[in-house]
């Protein structure tokens, strides 16, 4: 039986395997492939998406689990006319990513926090922002946090 | 190793005898072939390096992939520069992985560098250089050598080329000459009669013309681009989900597949039954290969469930016996043939013996390939370090000719050397699974596989001795150190001391033995820097001073010393409980000095407060990616040195994901304070000089606060004994 839900604001048919990861119905199923993989255990956080506006690691929930929920991923953030949100684009004023992988999962986390905390302290971001970036972006990560809230200047030195 | 390696220097040296200057222009079917890839329409290919469509857009291909490293952008902006096009039209795109875009200029970049300064090979391991000479099908990214290989002798050289082609092309449509002409913008200007050309409607007549490979290089005064921050052209697909990385390429009617190796490396496949995974809902296909098991099916979590399914035997291929205790206690075994130190009068010998553990790169983005076998051609797709290679390599796998298979290069969720082609056991496997079933294809390796069948740093152990003199300086310093290669300058120090010797003790285990970001000078940074804190301490001299005293007055690692010590603050007084570690290590021809500031938890782990990098790589092209370069060097530095290890046990490697193999996060990953001395030396590499400070660096102020000296990796492992 299909799953009905809501993903990034429109109605959704998932014909998935109710245990089907919903990771793997977002990138598969419906070709949202800006949620990423990383571990499959809940680990590192790359494949975090908005569950009912909770932020969700979207490997380890089954897709059965958010039938009727509202879904919102990397591609949903922006808005309709396209342009990003300011997270998103705090995230290009730092210019934060380098390889990018972990990044989706990044700002869906950075969104959920500052949706709950407005303008989050140094402590709510080490707690928050729990997802792993090999490449070390951290630095820069809190940087545009501060930047997106109002806390910080938005570019970084140096930029042109 | 060492004779391994002089033999690849003087068969290199003779080979580029001849036409060592025009080795980057290629033959003339070489760059037909790259024009023709490149230009359609009335664009101007300038022998695949560079285009310039009618609309102006000056498209840049670069040899080198990207990964996260932002080389790219840095490329297009030493090409621009000397182009003299305007910033806000110039794209980047992968060089096809064709022969003809075989990276000369790199392969120059090496060669020049080891030709015109004897020693200079010092700025690339030993290790790195024998492996570009094995795969001579050049398009590596690795080695920090992009901006200072492929940047100074390929990009610069063809932007000023195409810059005095399209000149010319002016000067005879104006009928004035080329002297009265300038360039700015995309446009070439003739000031006096007020008339200018676009390069795009110049761009196809320009490229059709003779090429001069020695057309003047801009002075540094003249840079327009080069040195400035610019923003990263890759960067906006990167916060909106629109990037497509290798593991997100799809094909019409494609399957995934996912695999199973044996556990123990060298252990072959005794047999599998396919039938519980061909029950599973999805599930299509079972494939046994030499070493593992493959199972295909509708998605990965079908494929994940059948694979979980079976029960498939594997021999250890001799190897059961293998651990990690037993790799050190041979390497102990061979250091310890080393010659003993004798004390200088009045002085006194020091020993330290020290250890580092097989350790992942980790990158977030699991190993996949999506490959499609058609009408006897092969096309894969996803991201390697070096496609052409790739290329070649499937073609051997799969049976084919190289010129019936495709490799189409794409972006990469990070690699820090994992992703070099000779290493990654990926592409024969798709080439083998794609050739057996007629639809296309993707691998996707689980992050179990990947940890446990990873091609790790060298696990390595030296024993370091010194004499110190009563005058408090070091006379003299041998490593002993056991590992699979040679590290070469990456187990020298920056500082002065009378009688240096490194001796490679080679040790040869089952594991493959990679390149991790910063190759050797990550494990041999960490045993120097740490040993010579030590020399410090017994000397009764602040580590920092120690160090300048063995520095040349007015040397730049002097310079690069004080100043990280002056930024820091060190010496001054500091929050309780807190001290400061410092440390200085020189790989890639950059000179790089690090102090930590750190305290120690209750549980006497240790917590890191702030870094302070001080760099000098010579001239920096985009001074704002390189901080980011060395701010993620650092870091993942210190998460290695606090946390990572890879253990083998019985033969099989213990650790799983990101559950046991803990990855530094937010929370614990400091601030860091980046400074660049612009000194204009000899330019030098960006990704990975940052990361060897940082595990001494913070190791020697561990020390400060606690008195106990690490003398293993990773730091947790010692402070939790």
């Known amino acids: 039986m299909p799953i009905e839900t809501t993903v990034n604001g429109k109605a959704v048919s998932i014909n998935a395997e109710p245990d089907t990861p919903l990771l793997w119905a977002l990138r598969e199923d419906l070709g949202l492939t800006g949620t990423k993989f990383g571990c499959g255990i809940a680990a590192c956080g790359a494949c975090s998406v908005h569950v ?9 929930v089954p897709v ?3 039938a009727g929920k509202s879904v919102t991923t990397i591609e949903g953030l922006s808005a309709p006319d396209g342009t990003l949100h300011k997270v998103q684009q705090a995230w290009i004023d730092a210019q934060v990513p380098q390889c990018g992988y972990c990044q989706s999962g990044q700002i869906m986390a950075a969104v959920a926090l500052i949706k709950a905390t407005g303008t989050p302290s140094a402590a709510q971001v080490d707690e928050a922002m729990t997802n792993i970036c090999r490449c070390g972006t951290y630095p820069r990560i809190r940087k545009a946090i501060l930047a997106a809230t109002g806390q910080a200047a938005t570019a970084v030195e140096g930029a042109a | 190793m060492g004779v391994k390696r002089r033999a690849f220097l003087v068969g290199s040296a003779a080979l580029m005898g001849g036409g060592l200057f025009a080795v980057y222009w290629g033959d003339n079917s070489a760059r037909k072939r790259a024009v023709e890839l490149t ?11 560079m ?12 040899p080198h992939i990207d990964f996260g490293q932002g080389s790219q952008t840095a490329l297009a902006q030493m090409l621009a520069d000397e182009l003299d096009a305007d910033w806000s039209k110039v794209k980047v795109e992968h060089a096809p992985a064709d022969p003809a875009f075989a990276n000369s200029a790199l392969g120059r970049g090496f060669i020049s560098d080891m030709v015109g300064y004897p020693g200079v090979a010092a700025a690339m391991p030993a290790s790195f250089i024998s492996m570009m000479a094995r795969s001579m099908n050049l398009q590596t990214t690795g080695g920090s050598s992009a901006v200072r ?5 390929g990009m610069r050289v063809v932007g000023a080329a195409a810059r005095a082609a399209l000149v010319a092309e002016a000067a005879d449509r104006l009928k004035v000459p080329a002297t009265e002409l300038t360039t700015l913008d995309s446009r070439v200007i003739h000031a006096k009669s007020n008339k200018s050309l676009r390069y795009g409607e110049l761009a196809q007549a320009a490229a059709g013309r003779s090429l001069n490979s020695n057309a003047k290089l801009k002075d540094r005064k003249e840079f327009r681009y080069i040195g400035q921050g610019v923003q990263r052209l890759d960067i906006p697909a990167k916060v909106d989900g629109s990037a497509i990385y290798g593991i997100d390429f799809t094909l019409p009617d494609m399957r995934v597949a996912t695999i199973m190796m044996a556990p123990v490396r060298d252990g072959k496949l005794t047999s599998v039954d396919p039938a519980p995974a061909m029950a599973v809902n999805g599930v299509e296909k079972v494939i046994k290969l030499d070493d593992a098991v493959v199972v295909i099916a509708k998605g990965y979590w079908q494929a994940t469930k059948g694979l979980q399914a079976l029960a498939p035997k594997f021999t250890d291929g001799g190897h059961g016996n293998l651990s990690t205790a037993s790799i050190f206690a041979a390497q102990d075994k061979l250091n310890a043939t080393g010659a003993k130190l004798t004390a200088p009068a009045g002085g006194k010998v020091l020993t330290g013996d020290y250890k580092a553990p097989f350790l992942h790169q980790a990158m977030m983005e699991p190993f996949a390939l999506t490959a499609h076998h058609k009408d006897g051609r092969l096309d894969i797709w996803g991201g390697l370090q070096d496609p052409l290679a790739a290329r070649m390599m499937a073609a051997e796998s799969a049976g084919l000719d190289a010129g019936d298979v495709m490799f189409h290069p794409m972006i990469m969720g990070g690699g820090f050397g994992r992703r070099f082609p000779p290493y990654s056991q990926i592409i024969d496997q798709i080439a083998k699974i794609a ?20 091609a790790y740093r060298p696990q390595v152990a030296a024993g370091l001795q010194a004499g110190l003199g009563s005058n408090k300086r070091m006379t003299g310093w041998t490593s002993d150190y056991a590992q699979f290669d040679d590290a070469g300058a990456e187990a020298t120090v920056p500082y002065t001391i009378p009688n240096f010797e490194a ?19 990550s494990q041999h940074g960490f045993f120097n820097e740490s040993f010579v804190d030590e020399l410090a301490h017994e000397a009764g001299e602040d580590p920092y001073q120690f160090r300048r005293n063995h520095l040349k ?20 007084p500091l929050p309780e409980g807190h001290a400061l570690g410092i440390a200085m290590v020189e790989s890639f021809g950059t000179i790089v000095a690090e102090v930590v500031e750190a305290s120690v938890n209750e549980d006497g782990t240790p917590k890191i407060h702030k870094a302070w990098a001080v760099v000098d790589c010579g001239t920096t092209v985009n001074p704002l990616n390189a901080a980011a370069q060395i701010e993620g060097g650092i870091i993942m530095g210190l998460s290695a040195a606090i946390g990572e290890q890879i253990n083998i046990d019985k033969g099989v490697v213990v650790e799983s994901n990101f559950s046991d193999y803990p990855i530094l996060k937010l929370a614990d990953a400091p601030d860091v304070d980046v400074h660049f001395i612009e000194s204009g030396a000899k330019m030098g590499g960006i990704g990975e000089p940052g990361l060897p400070p940082a595990a001494p660096a913070l190791a020697n102020a561990l020390f400060a606060l606690t008195g106990k000296r690490i003398r293993q990796l990773p730091i947790l492992n010692q402070v939790k004994a």
């Open chain 1, 52 to 60: 009912d506006g909770e932020i969700t690691r979207s490997c380890s």
């Open chain 1, 64 to 66: 059965s689990e958010v």
């Open chain 2, 39 to 49: 230009a359609k329409g009335k664009d101007g290919s300038f022998l695949g390096w």
């Open chain 2, 51 to 62: 285009k310039i469509g009618e609309d102006d857009i000056v498209t840049v291909y670069s």
């Open chain 2, 149 to 153: 290989f492929t940047g100074q002798h």
């Open chain 2, 435 to 454: 050739m057996q079933v007629p639809y296309p294809v993707k691998l996707i390796w689980s992050r179990e596989e990947e940890l446990k069948h990873g």
């Open chain 2, 503 to 521: 001796r490679h003790h080679e040790y040869i285990s089952n594991q493959v033995n990679a390149y991790w970001r910063s190759v050797n000078a």
């Open chain 2, 553 to 572: 007055a007015g040397s730049r690692q002097l310079l690069v010393l004080d100043t990280v010590a002056q930024r820091s603050g060190w010496g001054k």
